[in-house]
């Protein structure tokens, strides 16, 4: 039998069209679950600055252990720089005792994986093919260990930003619930303001913000458009 979250979606509510509004379906789950016994939520996190929000956000209503996997990140120090961020935001928030606190699992840096897993698609446009590759790369890793470790539900920050694609993203973490037998959050956080909310949180905790999501190949299309803007 598949398992499913307190409150859990399990399919039975989804609209199957393509013009799902995944915030009021996380509307209805929060009400669902809201004066229960709090789910625990794995929740893939691509960096402090998109994890403000949605940790404001989704705290009251479960605990929640952040999962740091950004294999994408393609110079080391980056993503140690990044990691750091996490961390740092993650104990400010924790200082607040009026939520649940906040743990954090930080995943093997595998920028190799992510090489391998997007070969042959390098000159792929920004927001196509192989961004849905790394959407899958980092979700499946956050579904195996939500099954490993017993988690109601798995999510990500990832559709916050407005690059990102909330309905592939959802798409992919739906197959993967199929998969795994993990009730996967359908999210698309940038609505409500979530983005803007971010931006705001990013300056009061000082967090450092980047301007490409971490790979080589977004940070050279970053740079062609400074190029071009010149």
Same mark, same amino acid.
């Given at each position: 039998?598949?398992?499913?979250?307190?409150?859990?979606?399990?399919?039975?509510?989804?609209?199957?069209?393509?013009?799902?509004?995944?915030?009021?379906?996380?509307?209805?789950?929060?009400?669902?679950?809201?004066?229960?016994?709090?789910?625990?939520?794995?929740?893939?996190?691509?960096?402090?600055?998109?994890?403000?929000?949605?940790?404001?956000?989704?705290?009251?209503?479960?605990?929640?252990?952040?999962?740091?996997?950004?294999?994408? +990140? =393609?110079?080391?120090?980056?993503? !140690? *720089?990044?990691? #750091?961020?996490?961390?740092? &935001?993650? $104990?400010? /928030?924790?200082?607040?005792?009026?939520?649940?606190?906040?743990?954090?699992?930080?995943?093997?840096?595998?920028?190799?994986?992510?090489?391998?897993?997007?070969?042959?698609?390098?000159?792929?446009?920004?927001?196509?093919?192989?961004?849905?590759?790394?959407?899958?790369?980092?979700?499946?890793?956050?579904?195996?260990?939500?099954?490993?470790?017993?988690?109601?539900?798995?999510?990500?920050?990832?559709? +916050? =930003?407005?690059?990102?694609?909330? !309905? *592939?993203?959802? #798409?992919?973490?739906?197959? &993967?619930? $199929?998969? /795994?037998?993990?009730?996967?959050?359908?999210?698309?956080?940038?609505?409500?303001?979530?983005?803007?909310?971010?931006?705001?949180?990013?300056?009061?905790?000082?967090?450092?913000?980047?301007?490409?999501?971490?790979?080589?190949?977004?940070?050279?299309?970053?740079?062609?458009?400074?190029?071009?803007?010149?």
């Amino acid at each position: 039998m598949r398992k499913t979250g307190n409150g859990g979606n399990g399919g039975n509510n989804r609209n199957n069209g393509n013009n799902r509004n995944y915030q009021r379906e996380l509307d209805g789950l929060l009400e669902r679950i809201s004066g229960g016994p709090a789910p625990r939520l794995l929740l893939h996190s691509c960096c402090a600055p998109c994890s403000s929000y949605v940790l404001e956000y989704l705290r009251k209503y479960f605990r929640i252990t952040v999962f740091y996997y950004n294999p994408n +990140i =393609s110079a080391e120090p980056e993503y !140690r *720089k990044r990691v #750091e961020e996490q961390k740092r &935001l993650i $104990a400010a /928030y924790n200082e607040q005792a009026d939520r649940y606190p906040i743990e954090i699992i930080e995943g093997d840096y595998q920028p190799d994986a992510f090489y391998e897993a997007v070969k042959g698609m390098e000159e792929c446009p920004e927001g196509g093919g192989r961004c849905f590759v790394c959407y899958r790369l980092r979700l499946e890793k956050t579904a195996l260990l939500a099954k490993e470790g017993g988690y109601d539900y798995f999510a990500t920050t990832l559709s +916050i =930003s407005p690059l990102k694609n909330a !309905r *592939k993203l959802n #798409e992919i973490g739906e197959e &993967l619930e $199929a998969e /795994y037998g993990v009730s996967w959050l359908p999210s698309d956080f940038k609505k409500k303001d979530g983005y803007k909310r971010s931006i705001q949180l990013s300056a009061e905790y000082g967090l450092y913000r980047q301007n490409y999501c971490g790979c080589v190949y977004s940070m050279r299309q970053q740079e062609m458009r400074k190029e071009v803007e010149k």
